[in-house]
Every structure is written in C-alpha cells, then in structure tokens.
C-alpha cells in the first residue's frame, strides 16, 4: 500500500461520512422522508453511517491482513484505527436516532 492509496483509503471513508453528517445537519427545513408527519430522514441516514463506516473498517481491516509488506500492513491498521475510531463516535453521536 502506496503512500498514495492510503489517501485514496481514507477520502473512501471522508467523503461519505462528512456528506451524510452534512444531510443531518438541517433536516427541518426540507420535505421528510417516508411522507407523513414522522421524518425517517435522521432515522435513515444514521444506520447508513454506522454501516459505511463499520464495512470500511472490516474492508481495512481485511486489506491490513493481506498485505505482506509491513509498512503497507502499519498504514492499513492506522486505517482501522481511524475508521474504528469513527464509529464509535458516530454511534456514541447519533445513538438517538437509531431507534
């Protein structure tokens, strides 16, 4: 694992996880999502933060396992690190919303 694909590892994980926090942010001002008065919006968008990040972390985790080299094997477990780290900060964040 180049220097370069752990950039590329970590805006798989920036991306996503900085545009569904963004959705949330506001969501009073939009039409809900699932009609009615109940918004599924915060609901949705939760379980679909926990589970990018945790499949991210496990993907990671799986790359760190295969590789043989032992600098690309450090640079994918800093990744799962960050990505473990991320959620249990979202699920500790967003508890609320996922029941």
């Known amino acids: 694992m180049k220097n370069k694909w752990f950039w590329v590892w970590l805006s798989i994980l920036v991306i996503p ?3 569904l926090i963004v959705v949330q942010i506001d969501t009073s001002s939009g039409a809900s ?11 949705l968008y939760s379980w679909l933060l926990i589970i990018v990040t945790g499949v991210w ?11 043989r080299d032992r600098a690309a094997k450090i640079r994918a477990l800093c990744l799962t690190v960050m990505g473990f780290i991320t959620f249990v900060t979202v699920l ?3 508890q609320k919303n996922l029941s």
């Open 17 to 19: 996880v900085f545009s």
């Open 33 to 43: 999502i699932g009609g009615g008065g109940y918004d599924l919006g915060p609901f």
């Open 57 to 67: 972390s496990f993907c990671t985790l799986a790359a760190a396992l295969i590789h």
């Open 92 to 94: 500790l964040l967003y």
